[in-house]
């Protein structure tokens, strides 16, 4: 390719990059910033000039708080349950490639093709009736967990297979180190990005769950997304929006925090090294 056509190609390259990126501005990030605006504006439907305001906040804060909070313990309680499971989970599908491991993974995933309103169904005919599991938080961190187990497991397995870990494990194994040990000082610190991406998606999905948690939950057990459906049908918008500002600052430091983590566990594990044995 000359010079002078592919100077013309990297111009059509840069402005079709351009129109994209003003076609995701338009789509995704304008109405979040119109809707942000909302919840501090005095009268949404005058604009900015009818002046701002925290009072919309305040009204959030007084009638929905419990939401909020319950919801943070919801998505932390389910991060913590999916990490400690899929995580192993991968790991044993990770080492087991065959058609039973193919199998295990599409039960998996099972939850995440049905419908979250089926899944929903399913769980209070099968459990709905055991103690005071249906009125209780626990019962909506339960079908979160089996929404968002597939993430984790395919997040973490990829990088786990990805970067050869079963490879260094068996090293690992001739020095004479443990299996518990190879997987904590192994496997994890390798598989720290897709646990990190997992753990993210996990969090995310958590919080924003509508359809599953709409079914799960009782008048005293509603979380965000329930909240947020109810002040959009019967609060004004402002009110609405004012709850979607506080939603995200409340995730946003997750998020970051959990990208952090994940950055610096990248960093540190660079050259990864199999444990020595005489340390066992």
């Known amino acids: 390719m000359s010079a002078p056509r592919a100077a013309t190609q ?38 900015l000039k009818s002046g701002l305001t925290l009072r919309w906040i305040a009204e959030v804060w007084a009638l929905y708080a419990d939401t909020l909070w319950r919801t943070l313990i919801v998505a932390l309680s389910t991060l913590a349950i999916v990490t400690l499971v899929g995580v192993p989970l991968a790991w044993i599908l990770t080492l087991m490639r065959g058609r039973l491991a193919r199998a295990i993974e599409e039960l ?6 049905v419908p979250g309103l089926a899944t929903a169904l399913a769980l209070i005919v099968s459990w709905g009736t055991v103690g005071g599991l249906r009125a209780s938080t626990a019962f909506i961190v339960i079908g979160h967990v089996l929404f968002t187990l597939p993430f984790m497991v395919r997040a973490a397995g990829a990088t786990m297979q990805g970067r050869d870990l079963p490879a260094l494990d068996q090293a690992a194994a001739t020095l004479g180190a443990r ?13 720290a990005p897709g646990i990190v991406s997992g753990a993210l998606t996990v969090l995310t999905l958590s919080i924003g769950e509508f359809n599953l948690t709409w079914l799960l939950h009782t008048p005293l057990t509603k979380t965000l997304p329930v909240g947020l459906a109810d002040s959009y049908a019967s ?7 004012a709850y979607t500002l506080i939603f995200l600052v409340l995730l946003m430091p997750l998020l970051i925090g959990l990208q952090w983590l994940g950055a610096r566990g990248n960093r540190a594990n660079t050259f990864p090294t199999a444990p020595r044995a005489t340390s066992l």
């Open 10 to 47: 990297s111009r059509w390259d840069s402005r079709l990059g351009l129109v994209i990126t003003l076609l995701v501005v338009a789509f995704l990030i304008v109405p979040v910033i119109f809707s942000l605006l909302a919840g501090v504006t005095q009268n949404y439907f005058v604009g």
């Open 179 to 191: 299996p518990i040990v190879r997987f904590l000082t192994l496997i994890v610190p390798n598989a």
């Open 235 to 241: 609060m004004r918008l402002e009110i609405a929006s």
């Open 108 to 113: 998996i995933t099972l939850p995440v093709a």
